[in-house]
């Protein structure tokens, strides 16, 4: 665990909440369903909207919208589409008006919804501050999404999902929970690749069949690949749909570098054999020939 998931514990997280109720001053809302109402400070949405490279052709979804500023945002200065959903008819109607006044009520709407019952399927980009309980419970539906979907994260993490970047934002206007500063956490939502998986490349002159054994627990590889007589053990990560992998590079074998796309069941790139001047790139294609499931995590709810 790292030292910054500690320091805003689910304790920590709470009491952001807690102190939010009572710093709120009367006449604002305060939320309904699962978590108070706690807006994100501008600066904490343009920096969020930023990390996840929010631009015209995404369909932004907040769940758990507030008055509206994260989808609002994403459209009026990105060009953006999307939705919010919340369960507080104030803060919805509140949300339609902001998005009238921010002209942009052609791209974005607000709906009254449970977050957890909303359709993601049209999201390329999902946005949240919520419990984290509540994120450990949208987490597999938000990994079964179509790879490459990015998510970002208020105050806190998707647990043992490890963030693909994390930013500290000193925000000396943020009054409640750790004031003064904010934590944005952003995922990209990988390729799912765990099972064997075949290639044939001519090595040397001489065809040479690769089989790939791949585990997978979020977006962190590892398995074995054998070739020829040998077997390697190989560690890597996707990014989305973007796949890398070492093998070798110790005890006399030479580094065996594997970059590529996945495709549903094939993954396409290059596979860079040896460093220096006797590096030799092949292209690369392997197919899949047996699914296997995603690596159970110790923190699944
Ligand atoms: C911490 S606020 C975040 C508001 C906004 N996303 C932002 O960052 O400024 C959480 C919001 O989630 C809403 N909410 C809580 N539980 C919900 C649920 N089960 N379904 C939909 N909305 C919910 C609350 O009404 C509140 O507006």
Redesign the pocket.
Known sequence: MTALRKMIGQAGYAAVMVAALAVLPAAAQS??????????PQIV?DTMLEMVKVGPSDFVI??????G??VITAAAKHGARGFG????PV?LKMANQNAQKANVTDKVHFVE????KTDLSRATVI????LPEMNLRLRSRIMALKPGTRLVA?DYNFGEWDPDEQRELIVPEKKVGNPGISYVFAYIVPARVPGRWQSLMTIDGRETPFEFSFNQSFQEVDGKVEIRDRSLNLRGRLTGERIRLLAGGRDGVARHEFTGQVQGEQIKGTLAIGEGATRQQLPWVAKLVQRGELKRAADEP
């Open positions: 939320g309904k369903g699962d978590v108070v109402y706690v807006p994100t949405v907040d769940l758990g919208s507030g008055d500023r994260i959903v919340d369960l507080d803060l919804e449970n977050l957890f946005t949240s501050y919520l208020h």
